[in-house]
């Protein structure tokens, strides 16, 4: 069991956890939570079971948090390997086709790289998690059933090519991409862009959701009780996972309203932080996270989005 002293801190917060290679998220989420003995707890970000990298745990009343995290963008290292296609578009699936790799030039990767950043319409992979008359696309394609997916506007904000030294096949990757982008897509997009034909053989994230993979802890750090000496910053409280955003924070005693998902006036207010654009948080007068908010300032207008009530 993890050491006790620590479950206060993890039972309602943010923890980063370094996803090992093939395991799924799903299960890895599982392992988090007998380890440490939560109960309640979700993570913002599916990653492939052949990928490693990044995964944002939320526990107990923070686990409504993940919707958060998941629209930030993303960032990734990655092998995609020339020469070779497969029917999952990864290193799990059957071999559709072969072809030869010709030398890649400089040149011929920086046309490439100019090509496909920016804002791009990408279609998904047939195996994957997205639904279909209510059923994954994955599951109806491997039921031998045709699946037809529509393109989906993507971002590519950052991407490097390089050659590995030693296998003319292989290209090295870094990638930024904005939310709903599929890594896999893209080896895909790129090998057919090349003629060469591709999939995506390895892939770790490194950032997410503001958060990054230097600060996560592994399971078997978990396992072995060594997480909490170290100095790694992996378990986050709610208020700093989500520093940058908007503050407002009420007056001693009006925080049943909030809790109560009640609307309340300015002169409930003792100051407003300016944040990003977007949802802001609600303190009661203790600085405590007891909701967040749409707010419209103007006409003095709050949509609530979520409420962190003291019964969770």
Known sequence: MFPAMRMEHLSNAVILID????????DTL????????????GHSGTLDKFASGLLV???????????????????????????VVTDTLDPEGDVLERKEVPEMTDEV???VMQSFIGKQLQLPPVFSALKMGGKRASDIARAGEAVELKGREVEITHLTLKKDRDDAALLHA???????????????????????????????????GGFSVLNAVTIEELKSGLAHRNEKKWILDPLKALEGMGIIRLK???ERKALNGAPFSREDVESITAGAEGPSLVLDACKKLIAIVEPDFVKWSIRYLNVFSDRE
């Open 30 to 41: 599982n392992m988090v939570k007998r380890i440490t003995g939560l109960r309640k707890a």
């Open 19 to 26: 996803k090992p290679e093939g395991v799924t998220s799903s």
């Open 57 to 83: 745990v939320c526990s107990g009343p923070a686990t409504k948090l993940t919707r958060y995290f998941l629209e930030q963008e993303k960032r990734y290292s990655a092998g995609i390997r020339l020469g």
């Open 174 to 208: 870094e990638i930024t991409c904005s939310k709903g982008t599929y890594v896999r897509s893209l080896a895909r997009d790129i090998g057919e862009f090349l003629g060469t034909g591709a999939f995506l053989e390895s892939l770790r994230r490194t950032w997410s």
């Open 109 to 111: 990767l920086d046309k």
């Open 252 to 254: 001693p005693g009006i």
